[in-house]
C-alpha cells in the first residue's frame, strides 16, 4: 500500500490526480482523499485545484521538499526491509584453504554473524583447482584462489601471500638468516600439495632445481609435525607459520615464493544476496587490488 507522502509527490510531479489514479489503480477520489487527509494531517493547504490543473500554494512550496525527503526515507527503509529479508536465514558457501581459514576468515565470520545472527555458513577446504572446480559447478558460492592456478572466473585480488622456509630448530640451516631454493633442494623435503598448481615447485622450476621430494602432504599442520620429527624441510605460507616461531627455525628464502590470493566467483549478478553482501564485507576488510 502507497503512503500518503507518496501519492502527494507523484500528483505533484504528474500534475494530475486522474493521472496519477490511473497509474496506481486507485480512484480519482480516493487519490483526491488521500491528499485531503495529509492537508488535515498538516494543518494547510498544499494543492490548490484549478480549472486548468493543480499547483502548489505558497505554503505547499514550502511544505513539498520536506514531504520528498520523508517519502525518499521511506523507500529507503523498504530497500532495507527487502535486504535484510535476503538475508535472513540464508547459506553461504565458501571455498578456502588453511591460512585463510585459520587467519583471515575467523573475525570476518565473527562481525558479519554479529550484525546477522541468522545467516549460516559452510566452509569447504580445499585446494586452488577443486576450489575453483566448486565455483564453476555451482557447489560454493565463492572462493579464495591463487590467482595464478584457475582461469575462467571472476575474481578480486585480495594480497600476495609469501611462502618461507620451516625447519628443526637443530638444523644446520638453522644458523643462516636466509636461505635459497638451491640450499632447500639438497635436504630431503615435504612438499605442500596445492594440487594441480604448486607455488614451490613453480619456483624451483623457475631457477632449474628439482628439490629431494621425501613426501608429498596437504595438511600444512601435519607438515608441521613432520618437521619437528625431522623427516624433512619444508616451504610453508607465511600466515600458517605465524604463531610457530619458537617451535621452528623459520627463514625467508632469497627468491621469495609466493602467491596473489583472490577471491573468486561465477557470476557476481547471479550470486545469493547474501554471499554478495559478504564477499563485499571480505574485500572491504582485506583490501583491494
Not at 494543518?43 to 517519502?71: C, M, N, S, V
Not at 523498504?78 to 571455498?95: D, H
Not at 565463492?142 to 601471500?161: C, K, N, P, T
Not at 615464493?257 to 583472490?262: E, F, I, N
Request: include cysteine; proline fraction near 4%.
Amino acid at each position: 500500500m502507497l503512503s500518503r507522502y507518496e501519492i502527494f509527490c507523484k500528483v505533484i510531479e504528474s500534475g494530475s490526480f486522474t493521472k496519477v489514479a490511473q497509474l496506481l489503480g486507485y480512484s480519482q477520489s480516493a487519490v483526491s482523499q488521500t491528499i485531503k487527509n495529509l492537508e488535515q494531517e498538516i494543518g494547510l493547504t498544499l494543492i490548490e485545484r484549478r480549472k486548468d490543473g493543480i499547483r502548489l500554494t505558497a505554503d505547499g512550496r514550502q511544505y513539498f521538499p520536506y514531504l520528498q525527503a520523508i517519502h525518499s526515507a521511506e523507500m529507503a527503509l523498504a530497500q532495507k526491509r527487502r535486504e535484510m529479508q535476503g538475508l535472513e536465514n540464508s547459506t553461504i558457501r565458501i571455498g578456502t584453504f588453511t591460512s585463510v581459514s585459520r587467519n583471515i576468515l575467523p573475525p570476518l565470520l565473527k562481525a558479519f554473524k554479529d550484525a546477522y545472527p541468522t545467516v549460516t555458513f559452510v566452509l569447504r577446504q580445499g585446494e586452488y583447482t577443486s576450489i575453483g572446480q566448486w565455483i564453476q559447478d555451482g557447489s560454493i558460492d565463492f572462493g579464495f584462489v591463487h590467482a595464478d592456478a584457475v582461469s575462467g572466473i571472476e575474481m578480486h585480488i585480495l594480497y600476495e601471500d609469501e611462502m618461507i622456509a620451516v625447519l628443526p630448530n637443530t638444523h644446520p640451516l638453522a644458523t643462516q638468516q636466509q636461505l635459497s631454493l638451491q640450499a632447500l633442494a639438497q635436504e630431503p623435503f615435504i612438499l605442500l600439495d596445492e594440487g594441480e598448481y604448486s607455488v614451490p615447485m613453480t619456483a624451483f622450476q623457475r631457477v632449474h632445481l628439482k628439490p629431494q621430494i621425501a613426501y608429498e602432504v596437504y595438511d600444512d599442520y601435519t607438515i608441521l609435525a613432520m618437521v619437528k620429527q625431522g623427516l624433512g624441510v619444508s616451504i610453508l605460507y607465511q600466515l600458517v607459520l605465524n604463531g610457530f616461531e619458537r617451535d621452528f627455525a623459520i627463514r625467508p628464502i632469497v627468491e621469495t615464493p609466493k602467491r596473489v590470493v583472490a577471491l573468486a566467483w561465477k557470476n557476481w549478478n547471479t550470486m545469493s544476496y547474501a554471499s554478495r553482501c559478504f564477499a563485499e564485507f571480505i574485500m572491504q576488510h582485506i583490501g583491494s587490488a
